[in-house]
């Protein structure tokens, strides 16, 4: 269908642009488009030779999304700008750019930031190596200073779940 096609595109556009921001601008383009290998190898190996996996760069992709637009000491996100000779890869808070799914089904007109799934809802498929971002709306706005949240690990040992709080 189309739009998974354009939400792939977009998934993968986001994935490598905090890549370029957090591990090496240029430098790390170059070693993705030089080594040898393809697709998850490659970025593995463009990684590795900045001390980094592509398991550590997926998990801390996911906390990219949480911690955009928030001043996080040692976290990476897509704020991080990178100059490199002529080329400038401007950071950005994902929280500020508008959502193209805005005014669609439940979302308002003005809707900002990434998709956020509601997590009382049906299970959305998630294909491999993704992130998905939910939330409920008794988790939002709490105003007691203890929240109790239960989370059932998935029966898939590939499958990693981490909570975070923004």
Request: no cysteine; glycine share 10%; proline share 7%.
């Amino acid at each position: 269908d189309r739009d998974e096609v354009l939400y792939s595109y977009a998934a993968a556009y986001a994935f490598g642009a905090y890549l370029t921001r957090n591990y090496g601008g240029t430098e790390f383009i170059k070693a993705v488009m030089t080594n040898n290998a393809t697709n998850i190898p490659s970025l593995n190996q463009a990684l590795q030779a900045r001390g980094a996996s592509f398991a550590q760069g997926l998990s801390a992709y996911g906390q990219a999304f949480i911690f955009s637009g928030v001043h996080a000491p040692g976290r990476r996100s897509f704020n991080h700008t990178v100059t490199q000779g002529a080329y400038t890869f401007t950071g950005f808070d994902l929280w500020a750019i508008p959502n193209p799914a805005q005014g669609v089904g439940p979302l308002p007109k003005d809707y900002t930031g990434p998709l956020i799934l509601d997590g009382a809802a049906p299970r959305h498929p998630m294909p491999g190596y993704s992130v998905h971002l939910q939330s409920i709306q008794a988790w939002q706005q709490v105003s007691t200073d203890t929240i109790r949240i239960r989370i059932e690990k998935p029966a898939n040992p590939a499958v990693e779940l981490y909570l975070m709080v923004r």
